[in-house]
């Protein structure tokens, strides 16, 4: 056989397996189950009704609607203050009164807290909340595993809602339901779409409200539950 024939048939080998080859990865990689951050998330592909007891646990605790943060508490000046027996502390400096009285202002002990959209669809879905009717027909958010004696009055004026691009809106309602306070704000005054960025829950304590007890935000590209956002 001429040696450019010979060459040719070769070519046309090569290139049959390659294509072979090709077509080969491409069918593995079509039929691989989606792992890591390409894989669908169990609330995307099933409804709170069909979700197991270990999901609904991991939904109120990790997701789109429901957020773990750390609370920032003041310290009181009686746990600063020295026990009977002990050594006296001496600090440095003079001790004066300032906007936090005679507790330092970065003296603050975090604990852990949740936050969750409450009334979002799989929210209700999955763990039927117990919502007060002064809330229909407002944003739900409420936090769990706040401590201490919090005045209702006191979480109503520092709680506030805002977005990316968006005044904030200060909340309407505050109510506690057992280890759990409730927060409700107008959908009104905050229309929630799809394409809104760095929607935050925050509130604010201590004197003239400008220290942060809970902040956390929320991302409603995120909040889509059965093709539809979820807030």
């Not at 009977?84 to 807290?113: D, K």
């Not at 979002?120 to 229909?136: D, G, K």
Request: with cysteine.
């Amino acid at each position: 056989m001429p040696k450019a024939i010979k060459n040719a048939v070769w070519g046309l080998e090569t290139r049959r397996t390659g294509l072979k080859t090709l077509i080969s990865v491409a069918a593995a990689m079509f039929c691989r189950p989606q792992t890591g951050a390409a894989a669908a998330h169990f609330w995307e592909s099933r409804p709170a009704s069909q979700w197991t007891p270990e999901e609904i646990s991991q939904f109120v605790s990790s997701s789109p609607w429901a957020k773990q943060v750390m609370a920032q508490y003041r310290v009181s000046l009686e746990e600063l203050a020295p026990r009977p027996g002990s050594e006296p502390q001496q600090g440095r400096g003079e001790a004066r009164a300032g906007e936090c009285g005679l507790v330092p202002c970065g003296s603050i002990m975090p604990g852990g807290v949740t936050v969750i959209w409450e009334s979002a669809q799989p929210v209700r879905e999955a763990l039927h909340p117990v919502i007060p009717t002064q809330f229909n027909g407002r944003y739900v958010i409420s936090i769990r595993g706040l401590l201490g004696d919090q005045s209702l009055d006191r979480l109503e004026e520092g709680a506030i809602l805002s977005a990316r691009g968006k005044p904030a809106i200060q909340t309407e309602v505050v109510a506690q339901r057992n280890s759990s306070y409730l927060f409700g704000f107008s959908k009104e005054l905050m229309p929630l779409g799809i394409g809104d960025r760095d929607v935050q829950f925050a509130v604010r304590t201590g004197p003239n409200l400008t220290e942060t007890l809970v902040r956390v935000t929320f991302n409603p590209k995120e909040m889509v539950y059965r093709g539809e956002l979820a807030v």
